[in-house]
């Protein structure tokens, strides 16, 4: 026969309070004695539980006193019952339903072995939200559910016979049986609050009992102290590292040794990741809490110890039957996913101290991967997701002939992509350069971009490159469906502009002519789009992320800072008196670029035309002096690798009856005004000589942008009559004949143009092998009637040295002397560049024969090698190799690393912080518990001795 005492311990639980002593006194199996704990509330509480149970059956503990503390002192007082005597812990925040407690008793005597059992909870205001149906542990001590994000009850967990083995269940609701209360010594008081349910029942599977979660008990739960809905008194710790603490002390203190060991460095290095990710979401409390709480329990080793001994009993036995029970390993690829979707949807990470139930199981953040195949299901099934690997498939069948090549990635705007992420980072920080005739002007910041980017690809530059390059389009038809997605919710207009953008002919061409900026700038376009919808509004969360994206595309090509500077300026006339923050807003955001490269902006200043140039080889022949005006008003920038004009037809056709539509005119508007803005500043650009690609881009952007955010009529059209539905039909089929028609294009035509997937190494192996002190080799390229040459410093050329500026003397010095040596003249020629450190002249093959004779000609020159790969000849004499001056530039090392601390001072105000609004009180009103009638403890009269 059962015996059952209820435990009710409250503090400062008024507002929950009333309701819980209702449903525990309206119980369908009666209750056979009662006793309450108030542990020093002062709203109230302790009258409230007089009322219920009686003065008698109330104790009364300090504030400091924890849940484990007064159940102890209740148990301590009561005498033993006859049978089987059980306790029932009840929270003050803890509703159950009215058969919660037979459901328990049910579940109790089909399973003998059951020792505590727990009901399955919901949220206290939406009853329909799961809390938690048992919890389990990840290796790294985060206490996990198992759950979604406040996922509906539909039964889907519940067990074949309502009942679920588990390794802990809450002490909210918690039925266990006395004589293991009393074998187990119970909560242990070292754990006040927080994870003192696990490790109880975790002592008590090592000893061989069960512990089950009952689903067919119902308990409504309102978290108060993990929500912060209430002061914690037993620490003054935040609930957060008290958490995260206990959590850390429970696992350490009953795992085995080697699993202990195991777990310590697994937990330092998870909790330095840990703080380093709150630092970058703005919470620097919470980071402060994820050392604290590891520094605490490792920094007090004599209570682990003690713990520890205390649990020794079959420690090492047991444990199996616990491990089982853990996390699954590695069961975080669903929590990763979640994570960085609010992270990129702008909620940022939310603490677990808010989010510890409410969330479900998103505590346990990664200590293994697991493959789960619903994340991959969402993942391939998402409409971005499949058009990105339509675009891939589509790159691959064009650029098929780059990736197969065998040889260096370069031509057109592009050098041959050699070295690694350290030869870049070392072009980009130190003080001379010797590439060239040598340089002290700084290197270009795009440099430390690409640096940054080949160190992801772990120091594979020509990878890196290949990506960004060649991955163009697919990248660029993701970035456009990702950053519409506040913009326009018509799932199929956001996949038809994503497609058309990505196959625009900027896109074809950019790859054709090896533009590795203009391919970044590209990708980078929706960003810009999307985060400056929201800077108007006043964010300034959007405005340094704004910036920082700006600052990225204005390394690469500054044209793109003057293009949105105008932009800005415009908007600030616009919204900057109907919005507040907005003049801010744009000030952040156009001024963080300035600050971040002043230093080369300066030397742009100094020399305008540059704001028009792209980043690589400046190359005449990659642009088109003759492209027409109907080519730009069809967005077409011309040059290598851009399809016909009429590609577009169908896109301007179906923006231009966008025009045609009474709503949304405001945003077709705006939309065609950033159009005709990109084509008049693309006319400009293109007549200066300029490759007109990026106003192009942005041309494009603010078409596509108004056309698709009226798409959704379309939809109206199908439900209407046939005529409107056959117009319906016919725009759709104008509209993707252009992303079709550019796909089937370049597909036939290929990717490459001037870009080539096989070139060889521009420094010739012997003269690689014959520059011990950095001898410098001249190559030369006759092309068209002209004469082109590089200066080679002992070594391949590397990205960004191409920009860099040697003295004009000398530069004029060197060229004068190549020409003469092309004519034939030779002598003081050969003497001029020997004194410029000049040790090989080489030429690629097929090399010319009146270029040939003029080199053969020269005394002071002696042929190494002719074939058709090409030509060699040494200079003869002696050779000065100019020695670097001695780094002691002081300036430019301090701006170096002043330039890394705002780049990450940037980061961190652009990264989404904590949300500060509890969830707690997001969920509205909801159902109240179904309830009974009044019943009173079979022996009211059995009360606690006071």
């Not at 949220?123 to 938690?132: G, N, Q, S, T």
């Not at 080519?631 to 009429?646: I, K, S, Y």
């Not at 058709?868 to 001695?886: K, N």
Request: charged share 20%; net charge positive.
């Amino acid at each position: 026969m059962h015996s059952v005492t209820a435990i009710v311990v409250a503090h400062d639980g008024a507002r929950w309070l009333k309701e819980t002593l209702d449903a525990v006194l309206r119980q369908s199996r009666p209750l056979d004695r009662v006793a309450g704990v108030d542990n020093g509330s002062r709203d109230g509480s302790g009258r409230l539980l007089a009322e219920a149970f009686g003065q008698g059956s109330v104790l009364s503990l300090p504030r400091s006193a924890g849940f484990g503390a007064a159940v102890h002192e209740v148990v301590r007082r009561l005498p033993r019952a006859q049978g089987q005597e059980w306790l029932w812990l009840l929270h003050d925040d803890c509703a159950p339903d009215p058969h919660a407690l037979s459901a328990l008793l049910r579940a109790a005597d089909e399973n003998p072995k059951a020792a505590i059992l727990g009901p399955k909870l919901r949220d206290w205001l939406d009853r329909r939200v799961l809390l938690e149906i048992g919890a389990t542990v990840g290796r790294s001590g985060r206490r996990d559910t198992g759950l979604e994000p406040r996922e509906y009850d539909q039964g889907q967990h519940d067990g074949p016979h309502g009942v679920v083995d588990v390794l802990s269940v809450s002490t909210a609701g918690m039925l266990i049986r006395r004589d293991v209360w009393e074998e187990l010594a119970g909560l242990d008081p070292v754990l006040p609050l927080f994870r003192d349910d696990l490790d109880l029942c975790w002592r008590a599977r090592i000893a061989g009992h069960r512990v089950l979660n009952v689903t067919t008990a119902v308990a409504w739960h309102a978290e108060a102290a993990s929500r912060r809905r209430r002061r914690i008194a037993v620490s003054d710790d935040h609930p957060r590292r008290l958490d995260r603490r206990n959590g850390l002390f429970v696992i350490m203190a009953n795992l085995p040794f080697l699993a202990l060991v195991r777990s310590i460095f697994r937990n330092i290095a998870g909790s330095l990741a840990r703080t380093v990710l709150f630092l970058l979401a703005k919470q620097p409390a919470n980071a402060l809490d994820e050392l604290a709480a590891l520094g605490s329990v490792l920094g007090r080793p004599g209570r682990l110890i003690k713990a520890r001994r205390a649990r020794k009993k079959g420690r090492k036995q047991g444990y199996p039957a616990v491990a089982r029970l853990f996390t699954p390993p590695g069961a975080t690829w669903r929590r990763l996913a979640d994570m960085v979707q609010r992270y990129l949807a702008g909620e940022g990470p939310v603490d677990s101290a808010g989010r510890h139930h409410a969330a479900g199981a998103a505590e346990d953040d990664g200590d293994e991967l697991l493959t789960d195949s619903g994340l991959f299901q969402r993942i391939t099934s998402s409409p971005g997701v499949l058009l990105f690997l339509l675009l891939t498939g589509i790159t691959v069948a064009a650029a098929w002939p780059l990736l197969t090549g065998g040889g260096l990635l370069g031509g057109g705007a592009l050098v041959p992509v050699t070295g690694g992420a350290s030869d870049l980072w070392r072009l980009y920080t130190e003080n001379h350069h010797v590439a060239g005739l040598g340089s002290d002007t700084w290197a270009p910041p795009y440099v430390a971009v690409i640096a940054a980017l080949s160190t992801l690809f772990f120091g594979n530059t020509a990878l890196a490159v290949s990506v960004l390059l060649l991955g163009c389009v697919p990248l660029a038809g993701l970035s456009a469906y990702v950053a519409t997605r506040r913009m326009i919710s018509y799932t199929p207009a956001r996949v038809w502009l994503a497609a058309t953008y990505a196959l625009l002919p900027v896109a074809t061409g950019v790859i054709a002519a090896g533009r590795v900026g203009t391919a970044l700038i590209l990708i980078l376009i929706p960003g810009y789009a999307a985060l400056a919808t929201r800077v108007v509004a006043g964010s300034r969360r959007a405005a340094w992320g704004f910036g920082l994206l700006l600052a990225v595309g204005a390394a690469f090509d500054p044209l793109v800072y003057v293009m949105v500077a105008i932009l800005g300026g415009l908007a600030a006339v616009s919204f900057g008196g109907i919005r507040r923050g907005v003049g801010l807003s744009l000030g952040i955001g156009l001024g963080t670029p300035i600050v971040l490269l002043f230093p080369w902006l300066v030397e742009i200043v100094r020399e305008p035309r540059r704001i028009l140039l792209e980043s690589g080889l400046a190359d005449p022949a990659l642009a088109d002096p003759r492209v027409s005006a109907e080519a730009l008003l069809m967005l077409n920038p011309g040059g290598p690798g851009t399809p016909p004009v009429w590609v577009t037809g169908g896109l301007v056709a179906v923006a231009l009856g966008a025009l045609l539509l009474r709503r949304h005119q405001t945003v077709v508007a705006i939309g065609w005004g950033v159009t005709l803005f990109g084509v008049l500043l693309a006319v400009v650009v293109g007549r200066l000589g300029e490759w007109p690609g990026v106003p192009l881009a942005f041309a494009a952007t603010g078409l596509l942008v108004a056309t698709a955010l009226t798409a959704h009529r379309i939809a109206e059209f199908r439900a209407a009559g046939v005529m409107r539905r056959l117009g319906a039909l016919l725009i759709v089929v104008v509209a993707f004949a252009t992303p079709l028609a550019a796909a089937g294009l370049w597909i036939a035509g290929g990717a490459g143009g001037p870009l080539r997937g096989d070139l060889r190494d521009p420094l010739p192996p012997l003269a690689a092998a014959f520059s011990p002190r950095g001898e410098r080799t001249l190559l030369m390229r006759p092309e068209g009637g002209r004469l082109t040459y590089t200066i080679l410093p002992g070594r391949a050329p590397l990205i960004g040295e191409s920009d860099l500026r040697s003295p004009e003397a000398d530069t004029a010095r060197v060229g004068a002397a190549v020409a003469g040596l092309a004519s034939g003249r030779g002598g003081d020629d050969v003497r001029t560049l020997a004194a410029y450190g000049i040790q090989f002249v080489t030429a690629p093959g097929p090399v010319e024969i009146s270029l040939q004779r003029a080199l053969d000609s020269e005394p002071a020159l002696a042929r190494m090698s002719l074939s058709e790969v090409g030509g060699l000849w040494r200079v003869v004499g002696t050779v000065t190799v100019p020695r670097p001056p001695a780094e002691g530039d002081g300036w430019h090392r301090t701006w170096l690393w002043a330039q890394a601390a705002l780049v990450a001072l940037v980061l961190v105000l652009a990264s989404p912080g904590a949300r500060t609004a509890e969830q707690y009180d997001d969920y509205g009103d909801a159902p109240e518990p179904a309830r009974t009638s009044r019943r009173r403890p079979r022996n009211p009269e059995e009360r606690v001795p006071a």
